[in-house]
């Protein structure tokens, strides 16, 4: 598993069989943070593919997860990005549903008095029970939120595996979270180049100038390259390196800067935190719509929103804890600065996206070579490796049946 | 004072849509802010930013990052600024609000709407030259087409 077709990345087939396999049924997809939704009533759209669905807060304090497709005439009834509601009506004929997603009111249903007599409405024999919206099953674990369509599936928990487990729990570890904000951007590729970015510890050396030059990954890092056993999802680990890298380290690397320095150093003000257990940087992908990052003091959620083969929305949520002081707060905000849509480490991350879509999109019988570090995926220690990436496509030739 | 204040506003504009970088940082004090923010943020008082620059030297940290680090398709932008209201004047300090649209410029492709929203901003008199003490770029677009990499 050593190569991969360019029409992997461009056919409307595949992409069509991707979002049901993977998107529709067998996986987790995230959806949102609890914090987001903290009040019963609150609700926060989000999408599973390109589904639209709603986080909702319940009177009883759970998290429900709603399709956002009203049972009568299909009417994606729900327009706003969030608030509260006691219960969602659709506009189109007013059927009412509680917070639960269940049907709780149909106008005329009864039909509608004229003269004396009941005209019209529904059948005498029509049921409310089970015409609710569609409700999928949820897994909240340490305050992040993943839903499904496919009521069959595994737990969350053995879902991840017990080594990308950890590494979840390592960021949601019972605290509190606080949202700082979020950033959108449509990147013109497919959906997957984003998993396989995350999941490339050989580019970010090269490609940012911001990593190599301030060593926060870099060559002579120490790293380690985990997996789930399907090798579906992974960890990307890694340690700061201090100090002027050897010349073997930045010998040929361009983007190596030696004279780079900030002129205002508080966007690289760096403070360790206790909960990190070492490693500066652990960069997670979870199969197939989320990546979690921390990279030092920066923690966000990035959602993969696929949109037709050749696009996708790319949803960043930056949050910080409950508990962190304002002067973490606002490092945290100042090394956002690295991250997002203008990132001086993530900016060109959509730029090069894009561009191997434009080379994909021209000859789709052509092939990505992946061989960096052999041709198994086992896991690895080092940043020469395109080992995550084997395992992923071995994953996705299983289940796609190709 | 306005027709000065429009003239600051006009060569900011042609400045950052000639990618004229160095000179970009002089439009503003040495200790200002810089905010490149989404309007759902701006509105909810939730403070990420896309980009947010606490002092003239980022500023000039991201003109190095534009030309050295920063790998990105070249593009042209090209601002259309409306006149700037004036919110409140106190104390030497200019508090406008004007509207802005980008359009980006992709070689060999057609012109884009790129982000379209409102500047918040701050202005003072310092050595007898108007400068920003303060720039919210707030932007009223959902989706940035992939990346921005310039100034707006």
Same mark, same amino acid.
């Given at each position: ?179 700082? /904000? ?54 990307? =680990? ?71 083969? /050749? ?5 960043? $949520? ?46 789709? !019988? ?37 | ?55 003239? /030297? ?31 004047? !106190? ?20 012109? $884009? ?30 989706? =940035? ?6 100034? =707006?």
């Amino acid at each position: 598993m050593h190569r991969v077709p360019y029409w992997v990345y461009t056919d409307p087939d595949t992409y069509r069989r991707e979002l049901d396999r993977f998107y529709y049924a067998g996986h987790w997809c995230y959806i949102g943070l609890e914090a987001e939704i903290p009040h019963p009533g609150d609700f926060r759209r989000s999408v599973v593919g390109e589904r639209s669905v709603i986080m909702v807060r319940t009177q009883d304090g759970g998290v429900r997860v709603l399709e956002n497709v009203c049972a009568h005439r299909g009417a994606q009834f729900c327009r706003e990005r969030q608030g509260n509601r006691k219960e969602f009506v659709c506009p189109y004929h007013q059927w009412a549903y509680d917070l639960e997603g269940k049907l709780r009111g149909i106008p005329y249903r009864r039909g509608i008095r004229q003269d004396g007599q009941l005209n019209g409405g529904m059948p005498a024999d029509f049921q409310m029970e089970g015409r609710g919206l569609t409700s999928l099953k949820v897994a909240v674990r340490g305050g992040v939120v993943f839903a499904s369509f496919d009521h069959s599936l595994e737990s969350f928990e053995d879902y991840l595996g017990p080594t990308i487990l950890s590494y979840f729990d390592r960021v949601f570890d019972g605290r509190k979270l606080k949202i700082l /904000g979020y950033n959108r951007q449509r990147i013109p590729g497919n959906w997957k180049l984003m998993q396989e970015n995350i999941k490339d510890p050989y580019h970010p050396g090269l490609l940012h100038s911001w990593f190599v030059t301030f060593g926060l990954w870099r060559a002579d890092s120490k790293t380690s390259l985990k997996m789930d056993p399907h090798k579906r999802h992974a960890a990307m =680990i890694g340690v700061r390196s201090v100090g002027k890298p050897a010349g073997d380290v930045v010998s040929g690397v361009t983007s190596y800067k030696a004279d780079m320095s900030l002129r205002d150093p508080r966007q690289l003000d760096i403070v360790p935190e206790e909960w990190w257990k070492g490693p500066t940087a652990v960069m997670l992908t979870l199969f197939p719509s989320l990546i979690i990052q921390q990279q030092v003091n920066s923690l966000s959620m990035r959602h993969i929103q696929p949109r037709g083969p /050749g696009v996708f929305d790319f949803v960043w $949520t930056h949050f910080a804890f409950e508990d962190d002081s304002d002067e973490m707060i606002q490092r945290r905000l100042l090394q956002a600065n690295l991250f997002g849509p203008s990132g001086y480490v993530s900016a060109d991350d959509g730029e090069v996206i894009e561009f191997s879509q434009m080379g994909f999109q021209e000859k789709p !019988d052509q092939q990505c070579l992946l061989e960096m570090g052999g041709h198994d995926s086992e896991e690895a220690t080092n940043i020469a490796s395109e080992t995550l990436i084997r395992g992923m496509y071995q994953y996705w030739r299983r289940v796609m049946g190709v | 004072m306005y027709t000065e204040l429009l003239q600051l506003y006009a060569e900011y504009t042609a400045t950052v849509d000639a990618g004229n970088w160095d000179r970009w940082p002089e439009f503003f004090t040495e200790d200002c802010v810089y905010k490149l923010q989404p309007r759902e943020n701006h509105e909810r008082g939730l403070p990420l930013a896309t980009l947010h620059f606490h002092s003239k /030297g980022m500023l000039q940290d991201r003109v190095y990052g534009i030309r050295e680090t920063l790998f990105h398709d070249p593009y042209y932008q090209r601002h259309v600024v409306s006149l700037p209201r004036v919110l409140a004047v !106190d104390r030497g300090r200019w508090f406008l609000e004007a509207n802005y649209a980008v359009f980006r410029t992709k070689l060999g492709e057609i012109s $884009t709407v790129f982000n379209v929203g409102r500047y918040l901003d701050e202005v003072v008199r310092v050595d007898g030259a108007l400068k920003f003490a303060s720039r919210f770029c707030i932007y009223d677009s959902e989706m =940035i087409p992939n990346a921005i990499i310039y100034p =707006i």
